[in-house]
């Protein structure tokens, strides 16, 4: 009778979020809001940066384009360095080239010093933002994995989806050197935490892929500049070209090189579990879609329906926010029936408002109808961020969550930078910023292709298993390195 309650009080046990795993939640929950922020943060502040420091559209482009540039680029990097020395070492790392980076942009003197350092700020959350799950996972009980990366989820989606609010806020009320100087008292206070309160963990048998990280990361590279400058320059001009041609090539040869080498950074047998290439395809194309798509709506809600940045921010909310209230419900929901119908029917509900505003949209339309596919954009949103990142670790042994994160990450990232690149080459052949009726006549066909983009995503989300794969081993357990776990908060 006392086994059968020690065993009983030993599961309830297993199955509570301790102190390790609050604190694992807070801090990366924190980091990751951070370096996802700052993808959009900029976007309603370049017209005040452009009045203080001057600079051509391109070089104002680019303070975008660098910290998305440098971020994609070096991910799967990123997650390998921890893999090999140590995920809470370079967490930390990452962590505080990103707050010293964007000390450096807040105090920029002019536009090619900003530039630069919103570049080194992409370095830094590169490194940060891969590894953000895997400490996590390793922090966090099985049976409760999918709540925390639930709330995970959540945070990240906000701030993917709240830059341009926090940005036009700042900047309207402060000054934009604030949407820098923001982050730099909660980094100087995440390091020591995460130093204390994390356990370190590595991956059994890490070695760095110096060929596949040249290839991967030149790769990228051509594949996002060319994205990035699409607009700019035209989709059939010399560099647009030679970035895609040559970034796809060296893609190309990383694939052959996983395929190939004895311990490559990603190893492609990971594409032959249809729930890691389900899940990773989906993120790509909700992204596409994601991104692309509150890059126009956010610029109609202020150039057609004269909202200021705070106004058209604040009626963003319903979208936005919604994360919050859905994704740890989602979360949980996940953990009780599965990952694959709640992202398929997150995914679903995207793809429906989307389709929706596309179908309402005009130059005279009335808040009130907008705000049911707003309100079931956010819905959907929320349903897909909570549980699409437990999906993922669950698709991969323990030993390569952290290739599996990275990769992730990376996708989303190029899925964003697509995004943006598509659907505002679509906006530009079918409309433009001439009048209202020219803005709304650009947006509509550019809304069904993201709508597109995120149905085809839905599907994709199918092909991920019903049950996760069983992961015994912790990756906090895979460690090579002893180190002194943190005692409960």
Same mark, same amino acid.
């Given at each position: 009778m006392h086994a059968q309650e020690s065993d009983t009080k030993q599961q309830e046990s297993d199955t509570k979020l301790r102190g390790p795993a609050v604190w694992a939640l807070i801090l990366t929950g924190v980091a990751s809001?951070?370096?996802?922020?700052?993808?959009? &943060? &900029?976007?309603?502040?370049?017209?005040?940066?452009?009045?203080?420091?001057?600079?051509?559209l391109e070089d104002l482009e680019w303070t975008v384009n660098a910290y998305t540039l440098t971020f994609a680029v070096l991910l799967m990097f990123g997650a390998a360095l921890g893999d090999r020395f140590g995920r809470r070492r370079l967490f930390i790392a990452g962590l505080a080239i990103f707050t010293g980076a964007s000390a450096a942009a807040a105090l920029s003197p002019g536009i090619d010093a900003l530039i630069a350092a919103r570049a080194v700020q992409g370095v830094g959350a590169a490194i940060m933002m891969p590894l953000t799950l895997t400490l996590l996972t390793a922090a966090v009980p099985a049976a409760r994995r999918g709540m925390a990366l639930g709330i995970y989820g959540a945070v990240t989606g906000l701030a993917v989806a709240s830059g341009p609010l926090i940005g036009g806020s700042l900047t309207e009320h402060i000054s934009w050197q604030w949407i820098f100087w923001l982050n730099v008292p909660i980094g100087i206070a995440l390091i020591p935490l995460a130093r204390l309160r994390l356990a370190e963990s590595t991956a059994p048998d890490a070695r760095l892929d110096i060929p596949g990280t040249l290839l991967i990361s030149g790769g990228l590279f051509?594949? &996002?500049?060319a994205l990035v400058n699409a607009n700019a320059e035209g989709w059939t001009s010399a560099p647009v070209l030679t970035g895609l041609i040559v970034g796809t090539a060296l893609v190309g040869g990383f694939v052959h090189h996983g395929f190939t080498h004895a311990n490559p950074m990603l190893p492609m047998r990971l594409f032959r579990d249809r729930g890691f290439l389900g899940i990773n395809l989906a993120s790509l194309l909700m992204f596409l879609g994601m991104f692309g798509s509150i890059f126009l709506l956010s610029q109609f809600l202020q150039g057609v329906a004269g909202y200021s940045p705070t106004e058209a921010g604040l009626r963003m909310l319903p979208w936005t926010g919604m994360p919050m209230i859905v994704a740890p419900l989602a979360g949980i929901l996940s953990d009780r029936i599965g990952g694959r119908p709640v992202v398929a029917a997150g995914l679903a509900f995207q793809a429906l408002g989307l389709g929706w505003f596309a179908a309402i949209l005009s130059s005279d339309v009335s808040y009130a109808a907008q705000l049911p596919p707003l309100i079931l954009s956010g819905i959907g949103m929320a349903l897909y961020f909570a549980p699409a990142a437990n999906v993922l670790m669950s698709t991969v042994a323990p030993a390569d969550q952290g290739k599996a994160s990275g990769t992730n990450n990376a996708l989303r990232e190029v899925g964003g930078a697509l995004g943006v690149a598509v659907l505002a080459s679509v906006f530009s052949a079918q409309g433009g910023y001439e009048s209202p009726q020219a803005f709304t006549d650009g947006t509509v066909p550019a809304l069904w292709i993201g709508a597109g983009a995120v149905a085809l995503a839905a599907a994709l989300a199918l092909l991920v298993p019903r049950k996760p794969r069983a992961t015994p081993v912790l990756a906090g357990r895979t460690t090579a390195v002893p180190d002194k776990v943190p005692a409960a908060g």
């Open positions: 809001f951070m370096a996802a922020l700052d993808n959009l &943060v &900029v976007t309603t502040a370049l017209p005040a940066i452009r009045e203080d420091l001057g600079g051509k051509g594949i &996002v500049y």
